[in-house]
């Protein structure tokens, strides 16, 4: 069965420092890999999508992912946090051929401080 | 705004109790998926709905059923409530389903938030 890790339940990081949001995954086929975001009191809005086309995955809002196999690792970053980036971040597998059942990770509260 | 819309938007009840949640989806799309995300189990995906059909199921209770209508709009039927039960349930939807590899987007409503007293 597929799974994802997240490391850390909460980031902080300063305003304009390096986001990085780590996330591994298990699977035993070439998997279908998403961050989507959480903002308080809101559903989930999906960042980025990674699909076996480009290792290096752009998404909204200038967050970006890149797809390591080697290290079964997608991690979410962007150059400069925002105070507006401050969100629960999941990540997530699709299971299988399937888009159907996504799987996601436990997620990655980001604050942002000023 | 991502043109999925759910109601009610709070629900508070009582535990032996049923409750209906319903989803409407963007216009035009096919799919319809119900996740739960509770504090101790986190994000987990219940039950996917295509063009009236059920395609998956996932963490989805024999309390719980689900059904999609002709018109598209899909029910989340929860009965026999416990304090567990307590939860935001969200319904996303997509264009197409299953037969599209992994790469359809999945957009959120923005929950139902039912608490179980």
């Known amino acids: 069965a597929q799974s994802v890790t997240q490391l850390g339940s909460h980031v902080s990081v300063s305003e304009g420092a390096l986001v990085l949001l780590r996330c591994n995954y298990s699977s035993s086929v070439p998997p279908y890999l998403f961050w989507y975001v959480q903002y308080p009191n809101q559903g989930l809005q999906l960042l980025l999508k990674?699909?076996?086309?480009?290792?290096l995955v752009k998404g909204i809002n200038g967050f970006e992912a890149e797809f390591k196999k080697s290290e079964t690792s997608f991690h979410l970053t962007k150059p400069s946090a925002h105070m507006s980036d401050a969100a629960e971040y999941f990540c997530?597998?699709?299971?299988?051929?399937?888009?159907?059942?996504?799987?996601f990770g436990s997620g990655t509260r980001l604050s942002i401080r000023p | 705004d991502s043109g999925v819309t759910q109601t009610p938007k709070h629900l508070i009840t009582a535990t032996g109790q049923r409750v209906t949640l319903r989803c409407s989806p963007r216009s035009g799309d096919l799919s319809v998926y119900w996740y739960q995300q509770s504090l101790d189990q986190g994000l987990q995906f219940l039950i996917h709905y295509y063009n009236g059909e059920e395609r998956a199921k996932g963490n989805i209770l024999e309390r719980f059923s689900a059904q999609q209508f002709p018109d598209l709009h899909s029910e989340l039927n929860l009965s026999s409530l416990e304090l567990g039960d307590s939860a935001l349930y969200f319904c996303a939807s997509s264009a197409r389903g299953t037969s599209y590899r992994g790469t359809d987007t999945q957009y959120f409503g923005p929950g139902t938030r039912l608490t179980v007293l």
């Open positions: 997530a597998v699709s299971e299988g051929s399937s888009a159907s059942k996504i799987i």
């Open positions: 990674y699909t076996s086309a480009a290792t």
